[in-house]
């Protein structure tokens, strides 16, 4: 059975920094788009970072470029480093891994792809 597992959530000022992990079981990661998504309360789930598989190119959302980093870490394993945190990064961010994640400048998953439980991310005073 596929799984995708999280890990890395918590509660931390703004300024601060967390690293978000996510690692696939029962399937290898090598040549699929994978990504990070996130869902603040209230509003709709949004793309944040994406890498096509093909090439290693990397997508990141106007909001967060230049404070996230996303990586591929092993065959099974990819990470979101997320720095310099605001309030309004506030969200439970989501994992995916897909056939077509990547296009263009922008990030798109199916509903029906695999992803992670979630991770919460409070950045909070």
């Known amino acids: 059975q596929v799984q995708l597992v999280e890990s890395g959530g918590g509660l931390v000022q703004p300024g601060g920094s967390l690293r978000l992990s996510c690692v696939a079981s029962?399937?290898?990661?090598?040549?699929?788009?994978i990504g990070w998504f996130r869902q603040a309360p209230g509003k709709e789930r949004e793309w944040v970072s994406c890498?096509?598989?093909?090439?290693?190119?990397i997508n990141y959302a106007e909001s967060v470029r230049g404070r996230f980093s996303m990586s591929r870490d092993s065959a099974n394993g990819m990470s979101l480093q997320m720095n310099s945190l605001k309030p309004e990064d506030t969200a439970v961010y989501y994992c995916?891994?897909?056939?077509?994640?990547?296009?263009?400048?922008?990030?798109?998953?199916?509903?029906?792809?695999?992803w992670g439980q979630g991770a919460q991310v409070t950045v909070s005073s």
């Open positions: 029962g399937m290898s990661l090598q040549g699929y788009d």
């Open positions: 995916t891994v897909d056939h077509y994640i990547y296009y263009g400048g922008l990030c798109a998953a199916d509903p029906t792809a695999r």
């Open positions: 890498m096509r598989g093909s090439d290693s190119s």
